[in-house]
C-alpha cells in the first residue's frame, strides 16, 4: 500500500488527535528520522518506498544514531527533539506516527523490521507481544 502524503498525514493526525496538520507533520519527521537510524538495508529500503516521498526521503537521510536506541529511550530522543515535548506527549507522537508506518508497511515487512530493533519496539508501532510470541518455548502457550 503507498499512501498519498495527504492521506499519510491524515492518518497520523487522527491517530495522535492532534488539532493541526503541522503537529502531525512535525511529529512525522521527527519520529521517522530517528526511525531511519535503527532501520537499515532492504527493509529501510523497502518501507521508505511505502511512505510519500516526503517522509521516505527522511527515513533514508536519518538523524545519526551513536547506538540502537531501546523503546524509552527513542521515546526520549522524540521528546528532546520535539519543542514543548514531555515523555507522556512523546510516547504519543512515537505511537501514532509508527501505528501508521505499520498499517503502510504490511505485516511481512513489520516483521522484519522488528527484527532490527530492540525488544519492546513492538509496544511503539501498536503490534504487542511480537517478540514475545517470537521468543517463547515450544509447547508454552500464550496468555
Same mark, same amino acid.
Given at each position: 500500500?503507498?499512501?498519498? %502524503?495527504?492521506?499519510?498525514?491524515?492518518?497520523? %493526525?487522527?491517530?495522535?488527535?492532534?488539532?493541526?496538520?503541522?503537529?502531525?507533520?512535525?511529529?512525522?519527521?521527527?519520529?521517522?528520522?530517528?526511525?531511519?537510524?535503527?532501520? +537499515?538495508?532492504?527493509?529501510?529500503?523497502?518501507?521508505?518506498?511505502?511512505?510519500?516521498?516526503?517522509?521516505?526521503?527522511?527515513?533514508?537521510n536519518p538523524l545519526q544514531a551513536a547506538e540502537p536506541l531501546g523503546p524509552e529511550r527513542f521515546v526520549r530522543a522524540t521528546?528532546?527533539?520535539?519543542?514543548?515535548?514531555?515523555?507522556?506527549?512523546?510516547?504519543?507522537?512515537?505511537?501514532? +506516527? #509508527?501505528?501508521? +508506518?505499520?498499517?503502510?508497511?504490511?505485516?511481512?515487512?513489520?516483521?522484519?523490521?522488528?527484527?532490527?530493533?530492540?525488544?519492546?519496539?513492538? #509496544?511503539?508501532?501498536?503490534?504487542?507481544?511480537?517478540?514475545?510470541?517470537?521468543?517463547?518455548?515450544?509447547?508454552?502457550?500464550?496468555?
Open positions: 500500500m503507498h499512501l498519498t %502524503q495527504e492521506a499519510f498525514l491524515a492518518a497520523v %493526525q487522527e491517530r495522535g488527535e492532534y488539532p493541526s496538520q503541522q503537529e502531525a507533520e512535525r511529529a512525522a519527521r521527527v519520529v521517522l528520522a530517528l526511525l531511519g537510524a535503527h532501520v +537499515v538495508g532492504q527493509e529501510r529500503a523497502e518501507l521508505a518506498a511505502r511512505l510519500p516521498e516526503t517522509y521516505a526521503l527522511i527515513l533514508l521528546a528532546a527533539w520535539i519543542e514543548g515535548a514531555t515523555e507522556e506527549t512523546a510516547k504519543w507522537d512515537t505511537g501514532a +506516527v #509508527l501505528s501508521v +508506518v505499520a498499517d503502510a508497511a504490511g505485516e511481512d515487512l513489520m516483521h522484519r523490521v522488528l527484527l532490527q530493533l530492540p525488544p519492546g519496539y513492538d #509496544l511503539l508501532f501498536g503490534h504487542p507481544d511480537r517478540h514475545e510470541a517470537d521468543s517463547r518455548q515450544p509447547g508454552e502457550r500464550g496468555a
